[in-house]
């Protein structure tokens, strides 16, 4: 994987996670599929990571396998986060409910997953095709 095919990658994520968002808006599908917001974080999560070792890792300044997928894993936990923060202040998310804490907590394992789940996949292609 070069530069411009990881750029791509990390494009076609974001595109799909656009495509899926804009038509689960548009068909309910956060309401009437209970799993599509798990889904959503997990692809998120895969993206904050794939976006973070592109960068980390085809800049040329890290030289481990390791410490890019610590810090894209760390970076995607605070991203969601951060997310989490955003939902909440705009009144997106019903906090009333009590399952607020449970569906909090599962979004941010989620991003956490997916994160995991693409970190590995990501760094031994990029690292496979620089040697």
């Keep these: 994987m070069n530069r411009n095919s990881g750029a791509v990658f ?16 548009q068909f309910y599908l956060y309401w009437s599929l209970w799993w599509f917001d798990i889904l959503m974080h997990f692809l998120g999560g895969a993206w904050v990571a794939a976006a973070v070792l592109w960068c980390l890792l085809l800049s040329g300044y890290v030289h481990t396998r390791w410490r890019p ?32 804490v449970f569906d909090t907590a599962l979004d941010l394992v ?19 095709k620089q040697a």
């Excluded at 990390?10 to 808006?25: D, E, G, K, P, W």
């Design 10 to 25: 990390v494009c076609c994520l974001v595109v799909l996670i656009a495509f899926l968002h804009i038509s689960a808006l």
């Design 69 to 100: 997928f610590r810090t894209a894993v760390c970076l995607t936990i605070i991203v969601g986060i951060l997310w989490e923060i955003y939902e909440y202040a705009f009144g997106m998310t019903l906090v009333e409910h009590e399952a607020y």
């Design 110 to 128: 989620m991003d956490m997953i997916g994160a995991i789940t693409l970190s590995p996949l990501f760094i031994s292609l990029v690292c496979k």
